[in-house]
T-cell receptor, first 114, second 112 residues
Framework: ETGVTQTPRHLVMGMTNKKSLKCEQH?????MYWYKQSAKKPLELMFVYNFKEQTENNSVPSRFSPECPNSSHLFLHLHTLQPEDSALYLC?????????????FGSGTRLTVV | GENVEQHPSTLSVQEGDSAVIKCTYS??????FPWYKQELGKGSQLIIDIRSNVGEKKDQRIAVTLNKTAKHFSLHITETQPEDSAVYFC???????????FGAGTILRVKS
């Protein structure tokens, strides 16, 4: 484990379902991110949260709804998804500047929309 | 915005040989360049990173070089081993709280 835990590891959902992805970190980081990784494409940033506030929404469709109740938890609520939304969803966190700008990734949730 | 290009997309080397993956970036304000290794079922893990105030950094068999003028940085893996086989991603960022912009990834295969 990297210190960033994502659940579930795998998720299969129908286009009318509502589900949520969860990300949790106890590294003391104050920034959290959602990334999407589709086959043969670069990792795409979806959302950025700094100190629980959303600071970036990278033109993500409203069927993806993030929630950050505190600096340690990040959710991605999913509803009425499309098959093309099938991908690996990665959560990451980062800590304040200084000697280490390092980002830490979770292992991801493999999402399949049927 | 920032754009990161990564080459090659696939790389096959013989065990023991060196592997080099190159990335270029477009935004001169970027100052942090990490490399991630993604193994099946293990997510992406940081393997080495470099800041814009240094030109080279080494960690055992792995090294990263940065040329700020040309805006490119490279990952060097020496004495490759089968367990080095994975997908490698480069990224560029303006630092904490700023997004990482990733390259498209390189599939490295080390043949024994």
């Amino acid at each position: 484990e990297t210190g960033v835990t994502q659940t579930p590891r795998h998720l299969v959902m129908g286009m009318t379902n509502k589900k949520s992805l969860k990300c949790e970190q106890h590294l003391g980081h104050n920034a959290m991110y959602w990334y999407k990784q589709s086959a043969k494409k670069p990792l795409e940033l979806m959302f950025v949260y700094n100190f629980k506030e959303q600071t970036e929404n990278n033109s993500v469709p409203s069927r993806f709804s993030p929630e950050c109740p505190n600096s340690s938890h990040l959710f991605l609520h999913l509803h009425t998804l499309q098959p093309e939304d099938s991908a690996l969803y990665l959560c990451a966190s980062s800590q304040p500047g200084g000697s280490n700008y390092g980002y830490t990734f979770g292992s991801g949730t493999r999402l399949t929309v049927v | 915005g920032e754009n990161v290009e990564q080459h090659p997309s696939t790389l096959s080397v013989q065990e023991g040989d060196s592997a080099v993956i190159k990335c270029t970036y477009s935004d001169s304000a970027s100052n942090y360049f990490p490399w991630y290794k993604q193994e099946l079922g293990k997510g992406s893990q940081l393997i080495i990173d470099i800041r814009s105030n240094v030109g080279e950094k080494k960690d055992q068999r792995i090294a990263v070089t940065l040329n700020k003028t040309a805006k490119h940085f490279s990952l060097h893996i020496t004495e490759t081993q089968p367990e080095d086989s994975a997908v490698y991603f480069c990224a560029a960022s303006k630092g904490y709280g700023n997004k990482l912009v990733f390259g498209a990834g390189t599939i490295l295969r080390v043949k024994s």
